[in-house]
Protein backbone atom coordinates (compact mmCIF):
# COMPACT_ATOMS: atom_id res chain seq x y z
CA UNK A 1 0.00 0.00 0.00
CA UNK A 2 1.25 3.19 -0.71
CA UNK A 3 2.15 5.50 2.29
CA UNK A 4 -0.42 8.33 3.21
CA UNK A 5 0.94 11.46 2.08
CA UNK A 6 2.79 13.97 4.48
CA UNK A 7 0.53 16.64 5.79
CA UNK A 8 2.28 20.29 4.20
CA UNK A 9 3.02 22.58 5.74
CA UNK A 10 3.50 26.23 4.56
CA UNK A 11 6.26 27.86 6.20
CA UNK A 12 8.99 31.03 5.51
CA UNK A 13 11.85 30.29 5.93
CA UNK A 14 15.40 29.04 5.74
CA UNK A 15 14.17 27.11 8.90
CA UNK A 16 15.95 26.00 11.66
CA UNK A 17 17.82 22.62 12.33
CA UNK A 18 15.45 22.86 15.87
CA UNK A 19 12.52 22.78 14.15
CA UNK A 20 13.16 20.82 11.00
CA UNK A 21 14.88 17.77 12.69
CA UNK A 22 11.73 16.88 15.04
CA UNK A 23 9.47 16.69 12.13
CA UNK A 24 11.97 15.29 9.92
CA UNK A 25 9.64 12.52 7.97
CA UNK A 26 6.18 13.88 9.61
CA UNK A 27 5.89 17.08 7.06
CA UNK A 28 6.28 18.08 3.60
CA UNK A 29 7.62 21.43 3.92
CA UNK A 30 6.42 23.80 1.15
CA UNK A 31 7.71 27.50 0.32
CA UNK A 32 6.45 30.40 1.27
CA UNK A 33 4.12 32.30 -0.87
CA UNK A 34 1.51 35.08 -1.46
CA UNK A 35 1.16 34.19 -5.36
CA UNK A 36 -2.60 33.73 -5.72
CA UNK A 37 -2.15 31.07 -8.78
CA UNK A 38 -0.19 28.61 -6.37
CA UNK A 39 -2.06 25.47 -6.14
CA UNK A 40 -1.52 25.02 -2.05
CA UNK A 41 -4.97 24.02 -1.76
CA UNK A 42 -4.34 20.73 0.18
CA UNK A 43 -2.28 23.09 2.68
CA UNK A 44 -2.71 21.22 6.27
CA UNK A 45 -0.91 24.22 8.36
CA UNK A 46 1.25 27.20 8.12
CA UNK A 47 4.24 27.80 10.02
CA UNK A 48 5.62 31.48 10.56
CA UNK A 49 9.01 31.57 11.32
CA UNK A 50 10.14 35.88 10.82
CA UNK A 51 7.03 37.34 10.83
CA UNK A 52 5.38 36.82 7.03
CA UNK A 53 1.90 38.14 6.98
CA UNK A 54 -0.86 35.88 7.53
CA UNK A 55 -4.40 37.76 6.71
CA UNK A 56 -7.77 36.40 5.42
CA UNK A 57 -6.99 36.47 1.53
CA UNK A 58 -3.81 33.68 2.34
CA UNK A 59 -6.39 31.38 4.30
CA UNK A 60 -8.42 31.96 2.13
CA UNK A 61 -6.59 30.29 -0.86
CA UNK A 62 -5.31 27.76 2.13
CA UNK A 63 -9.10 26.17 2.45
CA UNK A 64 -8.02 22.57 4.31
CA UNK A 65 -5.31 24.62 6.96
CA UNK A 66 -5.90 23.33 10.00
CA UNK A 67 -3.72 25.28 12.31
CA UNK A 68 -1.06 28.56 12.43
CA UNK A 69 1.97 27.90 14.06
CA UNK A 70 4.33 30.97 14.99
CA UNK A 71 7.75 31.03 16.50
CA UNK A 72 7.46 33.52 18.89
CA UNK A 73 5.29 35.20 21.18
CA UNK A 74 4.17 38.58 19.05
CA UNK A 75 1.23 37.78 16.46
CA UNK A 76 0.89 41.43 15.37
CA UNK A 77 1.37 39.81 11.67
CA UNK A 78 -1.11 37.36 11.96
CA UNK A 79 -4.85 38.22 11.37
CA UNK A 80 -5.87 36.82 14.31
CA UNK A 81 -9.77 37.48 13.83
CA UNK A 82 -9.70 36.06 10.30
CA UNK A 83 -8.09 32.68 12.12
CA UNK A 84 -11.06 32.94 14.14
CA UNK A 85 -13.36 33.43 11.74
CA UNK A 86 -11.88 30.19 9.40
CA UNK A 87 -11.93 28.18 12.57
CA UNK A 88 -8.28 28.20 12.28
CA UNK A 89 -6.08 28.27 15.91
CA UNK A 90 -3.17 30.26 16.22
CA UNK A 91 -0.77 29.01 18.42
CA UNK A 92 2.44 31.02 19.75
CA UNK A 93 5.56 30.60 22.29
CA UNK A 94 4.50 32.47 25.44
CA UNK A 95 6.04 32.37 28.69
CA UNK A 96 9.84 31.08 27.47
CA UNK A 97 11.60 33.57 25.82
CA UNK A 98 10.64 36.59 29.19
CA UNK A 99 14.06 36.35 30.41
CA UNK A 100 15.70 36.29 27.15
CA UNK A 101 14.64 39.30 26.08
CA UNK A 102 14.56 41.27 29.22
CA UNK A 103 18.21 40.46 29.02
CA UNK A 104 18.26 42.04 25.88
CA UNK A 105 16.96 45.43 26.96
CA UNK A 106 19.52 45.53 29.55
CA UNK A 107 22.18 44.84 27.11
CA UNK A 108 20.79 47.65 24.57
CA UNK A 109 20.02 50.16 27.56
CA UNK A 110 23.54 49.76 29.22
CA UNK A 111 25.14 49.83 25.94
CA UNK A 112 23.62 52.91 25.01
CA UNK A 113 23.89 54.58 28.48
CA UNK A 114 27.75 53.72 28.78
CA UNK A 115 28.30 54.13 25.24
CA UNK A 116 29.86 51.06 24.71
CA UNK A 117 29.45 50.40 20.45
CA UNK A 118 31.17 53.92 20.47
CA UNK A 119 33.99 52.54 23.03
CA UNK A 120 34.65 49.71 20.79
CA UNK A 121 35.13 50.80 17.66
CA UNK A 122 37.28 53.05 19.29
CA UNK A 123 39.07 50.74 21.52
CA UNK A 124 40.25 49.08 18.19
CA UNK A 125 41.02 51.92 16.17
CA UNK A 126 44.36 53.24 15.30
CA UNK A 127 43.19 56.79 17.23
CA UNK A 128 43.97 54.78 20.42
CA UNK A 129 46.85 55.22 21.45
CA UNK A 130 47.26 57.39 25.03
CA UNK A 131 44.04 56.94 27.90
CA UNK A 132 41.60 60.13 28.06
CA UNK A 133 39.61 60.12 31.31
CA UNK A 134 37.49 62.42 29.94
CA UNK A 135 36.51 60.98 26.83
CA UNK A 136 33.21 59.13 26.20
CA UNK A 137 31.46 60.43 29.37
CA UNK A 138 28.61 58.21 29.57
CA UNK A 139 25.40 57.93 31.58
CA UNK A 140 24.32 56.60 35.32
CA UNK A 141 22.71 53.53 35.29
CA UNK A 142 22.19 52.24 38.68
CA UNK A 143 19.57 54.42 40.58
CA UNK A 144 18.41 56.29 37.46
CA UNK A 145 14.49 56.23 36.89
CA UNK A 146 13.47 53.47 34.14
CA UNK A 147 9.80 53.95 32.64
CA UNK A 148 8.51 50.96 31.58
CA UNK A 149 5.97 50.77 28.65
CA UNK A 150 3.98 47.20 28.60
CA UNK A 151 3.77 45.35 32.08
CA UNK A 152 3.75 41.99 30.85
CA UNK A 153 5.71 38.73 31.38
CA UNK A 154 8.79 40.51 29.53
CA UNK A 155 8.56 44.12 31.23
CA UNK A 156 8.20 42.23 34.55
CA UNK A 157 11.19 40.89 33.97
CA UNK A 158 12.94 43.94 32.95
CA UNK A 159 11.55 45.04 36.06
CA UNK A 160 13.49 42.46 38.29
CA UNK A 161 16.66 42.92 36.74
CA UNK A 162 16.23 47.15 37.25
CA UNK A 163 15.68 46.23 41.16
CA UNK A 164 19.44 45.05 40.99
CA UNK A 165 20.30 48.03 39.40
CA UNK A 166 18.74 50.02 42.51
CA UNK A 167 16.32 51.71 39.58
CA UNK A 168 12.83 53.58 40.28
CA UNK A 169 10.73 51.92 38.58
CA UNK A 170 7.32 53.28 36.44
CA UNK A 171 5.04 52.00 34.22
CA UNK A 172 2.64 52.13 32.07
CA UNK A 173 0.07 49.54 30.73
CA UNK A 174 -3.41 48.93 29.96
CA UNK A 175 -4.02 47.80 33.49
CA UNK A 176 -2.83 48.32 36.80
CA UNK A 177 -0.85 45.36 37.54
CA UNK A 178 -1.61 44.91 41.63
CA UNK A 179 0.61 41.90 41.88
CA UNK A 180 3.51 43.30 40.20
CA UNK A 181 3.10 46.61 41.98
CA UNK A 182 3.14 44.74 45.31
CA UNK A 183 6.09 42.20 44.47
CA UNK A 184 8.56 43.94 42.68
CA UNK A 185 7.94 47.84 43.81
CA UNK A 186 6.76 49.53 40.45
CA UNK A 187 4.99 52.72 39.99
CA UNK A 188 1.93 53.17 38.22
CA UNK A 189 2.18 56.14 35.63
CA UNK A 190 0.22 57.80 33.12
CA UNK A 191 2.40 57.67 29.65
CA UNK A 192 2.96 60.90 30.02
CA UNK A 193 4.20 61.41 33.79
CA UNK A 194 6.26 58.38 32.76
CA UNK A 195 7.92 59.71 29.99
CA UNK A 196 8.92 63.07 31.56
CA UNK A 197 10.23 61.60 34.59
CA UNK A 198 12.12 59.06 32.96
CA UNK A 199 16.09 58.52 32.14
CA UNK A 200 15.39 55.23 30.43
CA UNK A 201 11.94 54.59 28.46
CA UNK A 202 11.75 50.30 28.20
CA UNK A 203 9.42 49.52 25.10
CA UNK A 204 7.95 45.69 26.41
CA UNK A 205 4.10 46.06 24.51
CA UNK A 206 3.02 44.11 21.87
CA UNK A 207 2.30 45.79 18.87
CA UNK A 208 -1.61 46.73 18.42
CA UNK A 209 -3.99 49.44 17.39
CA UNK A 210 -3.44 50.93 20.56
CA UNK A 211 0.61 50.93 20.76
CA UNK A 212 1.25 51.61 17.15
CA UNK A 213 2.81 55.19 16.85
CA UNK A 214 2.92 55.57 20.32
CA UNK A 215 5.82 57.30 20.71
CA UNK A 216 5.80 59.69 18.36
CA UNK A 217 6.67 63.65 17.56
CA UNK A 218 4.43 64.47 20.29
CA UNK A 219 5.56 61.89 23.20
CA UNK A 220 9.08 61.88 22.75
CA UNK A 221 8.99 65.89 23.25
CA UNK A 222 7.84 64.96 26.56
CA UNK A 223 10.98 62.73 27.29
CA UNK A 224 14.15 64.33 29.11
CA UNK A 225 16.57 65.53 26.75
CA UNK A 226 19.30 63.43 28.63
CA UNK A 227 16.59 60.19 28.28
CA UNK A 228 17.41 56.80 26.46
CA UNK A 229 14.74 55.20 24.97
CA UNK A 230 15.07 51.52 24.16
CA UNK A 231 12.49 49.04 21.88
CA UNK A 232 12.24 45.57 22.62
CA UNK A 233 9.26 45.49 21.43
CA UNK A 234 8.45 45.93 17.64
CA UNK A 235 9.59 48.44 15.48
CA UNK A 236 5.78 50.19 14.59
CA UNK A 237 5.67 51.17 17.98
CA UNK A 238 7.80 53.77 17.00
CA UNK A 239 7.72 56.29 14.32
CA UNK A 240 10.69 55.95 12.85
CA UNK A 241 11.17 59.25 11.24
CA UNK A 242 10.37 60.71 14.65
CA UNK A 243 12.56 59.36 16.47
CA UNK A 244 15.66 60.18 13.75
CA UNK A 245 14.62 63.87 14.16
CA UNK A 246 14.75 63.02 18.17
CA UNK A 247 18.21 61.96 18.01
CA UNK A 248 19.56 63.93 16.00
CA UNK A 249 18.46 67.09 17.00
CA UNK A 250 19.40 65.77 20.40
CA UNK A 251 16.18 65.89 21.53
CA UNK A 252 16.59 63.07 23.47
CA UNK A 253 20.21 61.26 24.19
CA UNK A 254 20.19 58.16 22.71
CA UNK A 255 18.37 54.91 21.66
CA UNK A 256 18.95 51.06 21.74
CA UNK A 257 16.64 49.63 19.14
CA UNK A 258 16.35 45.54 19.24
CA UNK A 259 13.07 46.12 16.34
CA UNK A 260 12.46 49.00 13.94
CA UNK A 261 10.40 49.84 11.48
CA UNK A 262 10.69 48.77 8.73
CA UNK A 263 12.97 45.91 9.65
CA UNK A 264 15.62 46.15 8.66
CA UNK A 265 15.73 49.27 7.52
CA UNK A 266 17.14 50.33 4.26
CA UNK A 267 20.91 49.79 4.39
CA UNK A 268 21.20 53.59 3.67
CA UNK A 269 18.26 54.97 6.46
CA UNK A 270 20.03 57.78 8.57
CA UNK A 271 19.34 56.53 12.01
CA UNK A 272 22.21 54.12 10.78
CA UNK A 273 24.54 56.71 11.45
CA UNK A 274 23.48 58.41 13.95
CA UNK A 275 26.06 57.80 17.14
CA UNK A 276 23.23 57.75 19.62
CA UNK A 277 21.66 54.86 18.69
CA UNK A 278 22.75 51.20 19.29
CA UNK A 279 20.96 48.80 17.45
CA UNK A 280 20.49 44.88 17.17
CA UNK A 281 19.20 42.60 14.23
CA UNK A 282 15.36 41.88 16.44
CA UNK A 283 17.97 39.56 18.91
CA UNK A 284 15.95 39.58 22.04
CA UNK A 285 15.00 35.81 22.16
CA UNK A 286 18.16 35.08 20.21
CA UNK A 287 19.80 32.95 22.97
CA UNK A 288 20.36 28.88 22.43
CA UNK A 289 18.65 27.92 24.90
CA UNK A 290 15.42 29.98 24.53
CA UNK A 291 15.34 29.63 20.98
CA UNK A 292 15.44 25.98 21.32
CA UNK A 293 12.40 26.17 23.43
CA UNK A 294 10.44 28.28 21.12
CA UNK A 295 11.34 25.30 18.38
CA UNK A 296 9.60 22.83 20.63
CA UNK A 297 6.69 24.72 21.36
CA UNK A 298 5.87 25.79 18.18
CA UNK A 299 6.64 22.06 16.72
CA UNK A 300 4.10 20.94 19.46
CA UNK A 301 1.57 23.44 18.54
CA UNK A 302 1.84 22.93 14.95
CA UNK A 303 1.61 18.48 15.37
CA UNK A 304 -1.36 19.10 17.93
CA UNK A 305 -3.31 21.55 15.35
CA UNK A 306 -2.51 18.73 12.70
CA UNK A 307 -3.89 16.02 14.67
CA UNK A 308 -7.24 18.50 15.38
CA UNK A 309 -6.27 18.32 19.25
CA UNK A 310 -6.18 21.67 20.80
CA UNK A 311 -2.95 23.55 21.30
CA UNK A 312 -0.50 23.71 24.57
CA UNK A 313 -0.04 27.15 23.49
CA UNK A 314 -3.44 28.59 21.41
CA UNK A 315 -3.41 32.45 20.87
CA UNK A 316 -6.59 33.57 22.43
CA UNK A 317 -8.65 34.77 19.62
CA UNK A 318 -9.60 38.48 19.78
CA UNK A 319 -12.24 39.79 22.21
C1 LIG B 1 11.45 36.08 17.65
C2 LIG B 1 9.84 37.81 18.68
O1 LIG B 1 12.74 36.42 17.29
O2 LIG B 1 8.67 36.25 20.00
C3 LIG B 1 8.62 37.28 19.37
O3 LIG B 1 7.57 37.95 19.27
O4 LIG B 1 9.82 38.83 18.12
C4 LIG B 1 11.12 37.05 18.72
O5 LIG B 1 11.27 36.35 19.89
C5 LIG B 1 10.62 35.97 16.46
O6 LIG B 1 9.27 35.76 16.70
C6 LIG B 1 11.15 34.92 15.49
O7 LIG B 1 10.77 35.29 14.27
Redesign the pocket.
Known amino acids: MPAAPLPRVMADGPLAPAVLEPLAGQVEWLPWTNEPGTDYADVAAVYT???PHVGGALLDRLPKCRVVSN????VDHIDLKAAAARNIPVGN?PGI?DGA?ADMGFTLLLASARRLIEGDTYARSPQFTTYDPGYMLGREVHGATLGILGMGRIGAQVAKRARGFDMRVLYHNRNRRAEVEASLGVEYMALDVLLAASDYVMLCCPLSDATRGIINRETLAKMKPTATLVNIARGPVVDTAALYEALAEQKIAGAGLDVTDPEPLPRDHPLLKLPNVVIAP?L???TIETRRKMAELSVANLLAGLAGKELPHRVAPPA
Request: charged share 0%.
Open positions: YGHYGVGTLTHGSA
